[in-house]
Every structure is written in C-alpha cells, then in structure tokens.
C-alpha cells in the first residue's frame, strides 16, 4: 500500500475515534488552516544580519551556540533557506525580520539611520510570497549597548540615539502593513539590566517609560502596524535585574493599549507561561506568544511537543482566543542543521495547536462545572492516545507537503546540494 494511502486511511480511523467524542477533525484542520506562525529569520544565520560584513551576534543577554556548517552568509542565501523551510510546512506562515537584516547594499547603515526603503526588498518578496511580515527593532550587539543600557540608559546621547531607532522601525514596520495590506507587529524588546544588585532600579524604569511614550507619540493606522512589548527575566550580563520585567510592560501595556509578548524562555524555569494567558486576556485585547524552549534559562532551544507548549495552545483555544493571539518563534541553535530546526520547531508549534483544537472543551468544561473531576481527569488522559498525528499527517498530505519522517530525506538533500557548499 502507498504511503498516502496509509495516511489517508489513518485519518479516517481517527476521524472515526475523534467523532466518538464529539471531535470534527476536519473542522479542526479547517482552524489550523488559518493559524499563522511568524517565522524568525535570525535562526537561518545565528543572529548576524547584514549591518555589515561578517556580522554577528554580540552581547545583548544572549548567545548562540554551535557552528554547523551552512550558515547564511548575506540575503540571498537567507532567502534561499526561508523559501526551503516554508516548502516543508503546512498552513501559513509570516516572517519576522529583525532591523539589522535591511537591505544596506555595501553602504554601513547606522541603527538610527534606517528607513523603510532598506527593506523594500522584503516587502516585495512577501508580496511574491503571498505573506506578511513583523519587525523588531535591534536593540543590541551595538557600542551604544555595550554598557548594558538603551531605552533606560542614562547616557542622554545613547537614549535618545535607541529612541530614533525604535522611532523609525515603527515607521518601516507601519509600511510593510501598509504595503501588505496586514498588520505588522513591531515588538520591542530591550537587554537593559545589571549583573549585580543595583541600588537605582526606579530611575531606569522611569526613563524606560519615558522612553516609551516618546516612542508612541508618532500615531500609526491600527491596520498598519500593532505594537508590542516584551519582558524578560534575566540575561546573560543582567542576571540580578532587568529593567523591563514582567509587571513593567504589563502595566504599559495595559495602560497604553500595546500587544504584550510572552516569551517562554523569558520566565523563571517553574512559572506557566500558558496559566498567565487567561489572566491577560482579560486586561489586553491581543497577546503576542514567542514560543521558544528553555533548558534550565532562556538558552532559545529549538521548539518541541512538550507539555509547556501544549499548556499554551490549550489555553488560547479553550479561552477561545484565537482572534487574539498572535503566535511567533524565537530560537536560535548552532548546533544542528538550521533548517531542520525550523522546520521541526514550526511543526511542533503547529501539532500543539491541533491537539488543542482536538479537544471536546464542551464535554470537558461541562464535567467540571458538574464536580465530574474524575471524568475531567479520565478524558484528558485519554486523549493523550489519540491519534492525532495522523491527522497532522493527513493536514500535511493534502497540502503536499512531505509526510512524517519524509522530510528529514528533504532536510538531507538540501544539506548536501546547498548548505554543503558554503562551507
């Protein structure tokens, strides 16, 4: 029998055990369809960008480790990888540039210097590709971020030097919207932090803050651009404070009406990301997930299937969050082929989801509400078995794309005829 046979008569038997609970499969595939995941391009090359020949990442609270072969050296090869990955996937995909991945040609363009033409070659590629994009500004690996400080720095000059920055990514991101006819998310988010216990934490969240409404004063169309804020814990160099927390840009964003980013590195190892989400929700039209995989600290491993990634998938579909939720990546490992990390890192986002919306939440939310904790508890082990990759497979067959472990055949071939050959 032929594989798409095998699969196809696999999502019937568990189409058939789905509907024995209350389960449509196919409405189920009909919602991922629709699930967009916001590509970070900086996996292709390990956060170097192209500022500059041979740039790569440097400070800013956080590293990339391993040196496989077939990095990305400049846009094309980036490009080149991207279009790869996106062939190996199902449903939709965006991408998030970082604003040192401009077009800049040979000419060294200063952070505080960048305009929307820099990146109109993104813009015309996502327009070929049928996509949108996001946009962050970069706020490190820079001399005036050496010191550990931006948007809260005390240094007036390096201050205000950030604050232009961020000014003109809004500007460029408000473009790409517009020119894509989708919103572009542009997410800040800062390094700033000490190593030690400092003395002085009001007056940088003060001039954090103030850094901030500076920032907002330009008024862009909502159908343009969303602005978002994301906190962290610690970072390599900031281990004892990092200026915007967890309660900080919480409560700008609520105050000011921005997206708040969750980041699930960006936590301490025992906290939920997916127990914060329905609390969120009630104060903050629309979150921004960046799903990453911490091992012991924010160290950006690539994503998998696990239990913290299904909390998060399962919350916003049982909060029936969807409309507000806007889901990106955020890792970056050296240590294996870059392209299969995407890959299985996008998949594995994706097969949260459709385990999450394989769920009868009715008959589960309504065992609850009776006492039924046993039944509760029965059913969402049960699950647990289900067949559910074989109605991801089937997802994947009828999108053409390859099934299963066929893409490691792919991931391999393109090893050996491309990344092979940079060297």
């Known amino acids: 029998m032929r594989k798409d046979e095998i699969t196809r008569n696999a999502y019937e038997l568990a189409k058939e055990q789905y ?5 449509d499969t196919d409405k189920a595939l009909s919602i991922l369809d629709n699930i967009a995941i916001s590509m970070h391009c900086w996996q292709a090359d390990d956060v170097g960008g192209f500022e500059k020949p041979d740039s790569a990442l440097d400070g800013g609270g956080i590293q990339v480790t391993g040196n496989f072969p077939g990095k990305a050296r400049n846009m094309d090869e980036l490009r080149q990888d991207i279009d790869r990955v996106m062939s190996l996937l199902p449903g939709k995909q965006r991408l998030n540039l970082h604003a040192i991945y401009g077009d800049f040609g040979s000419k060294f363009i200063d952070r505080d210097q960048v305009e929307p033409k820099h990146f109109q070659s993104w813009i015309d590629w996502a327009k070929s590709h049928k996509t949108g994009l996001d946009f962050n500004p970069t706020c490190f690996s820079h001399p005036y971020a050496d010191d550990g400080f931006t948007l809260s720095s005390k240094n007036e000059e390096h201050r205000k030097y950030w604050i232009e920055h961020v000014k003109r990514c809004r500007a460029i991101a408000a473009e790409m919207g517009k020119q894509l006819g989708t919103p572009t998310i542009n997410n800040i988010w800062i390094p700033d932090g000490y190593k030690d216990v400092p ?7 003060k001039l954090l803050k103030d850094s901030l409404d500076d920032i907002y004063s330009d008024v862009f169309p909502e159908e343009y651009l969303k602005d978002s804020v994301e906190s962290k814990l610690f970072g390599i160099g900031s281990e004892a404070m990092v200026v915007g927390s967890h309660e900080f840009y919480m409560g700008y964003a609520i105050q000011n009406n921005k997206l708040l980013c969750l980041d699930n590195g960006h936590f301490h190892p025992t906290e939920q990301v997916g127990d914060k989400i329905s609390s969120i929700l009630q104060y903050i039209d629309e979150v921004l997930l960046h799903i990453t995989r911490g091992v012991r600290w924010d160290s950006d491993h690539v994503v998998i299937f696990n239990d913290e990634i299904q909390l998060i998938a399962q919350e916003v579909v049982r909060c029936g969050a969807l409309k507000r939720i806007h889901v990106g990546l955020d890792f970056f490992d050296a240590t ?13 986002t994706q097969q949260a989801f459709l385990f999450a919306l394989l769920e009868p939440v009715s008959r589960l939310k309504e065992y609850e509400e009776n006492g039924q904790f046993f039944e509760r508890l029965a059913l969402l082990e049960i699950l647990k078995t289900k067949p559910f990759g074989s109605v991801y497979n089937y997802w994947c067959l009828i999108n053409d794309i390859p099934v299963a472990e066929d893409y490691i055949k792919e991931v391999q071939k393109y090893e050996r005829e491309v990344l092979a050959a940079r060297g």
């Open 19 to 23: 509907s024995e609970i209350g389960v």
């Open 199 to 205: 003395v002085d934490r009001f007056t940088h969240r």
């Open 336 to 348: 294996l082929n870059r392209i299969g990390a995407y890959v299985a890192g996008v998949r594995a």
